[in-house]
């Protein structure tokens, strides 16, 4: 599975992005996929998850009722729907492809990795 993530940028506090990972490969409808990001000089943290399926989600408490991660099997595509954003948000946001159908906070629960993608939010 690759997976390619896009559609981060310069927003001001307050606004809205929506990122999306397309992730090629016939095993993505299969497997749970999640949101991490990392700030400079910080370790790379959990963001949301969702299942195979899209009918179990998980959320970071610093995101929950802000952010929304969904999932379209026939597209092969991820989002993250990012609302009410702060300057706490900025970081490389990465998309990540667990190695079944599950959900994890963990990192070393998810196979494959895209190549991450800018938030900035300025205040």
């Known amino acids: 599975v690759q997976l390619q993530a896009c559609g981060g940028g310069l927003v001001q506090a307050g606004g809205s992005l929506r990122l999306s990972c397309a992730a090629s490969?016939?095993?993505?409808?299969?497997?749970?996929m999640a949101w991490f990001r990392q700030a400079p000089g910080k370790e790379r943290e959990f963001v949301a998850a969702i299942n195979w399926s899209g009918g179990s989600t998980y959320y970071a408490a610093s995101v929950k009722g802000r952010f929304t991660i969904s999932r379209d099997n026939a597209k092969n595509t991820v989002y993250l729907q990012m609302n009410t954003l702060t300057p706490e948000d900025t970081a490389v946001y990465f998309c990540a492809a667990h190695f079944l159908g599950d959900i994890s906070l963990l990192t070393r629960r998810y196979e494959y990795w895209g190549q991450g993608t800018l938030v900035t939010v300025s205040s």
């Open positions: 490969g016939r095993t993505f409808s299969n497997r749970g």
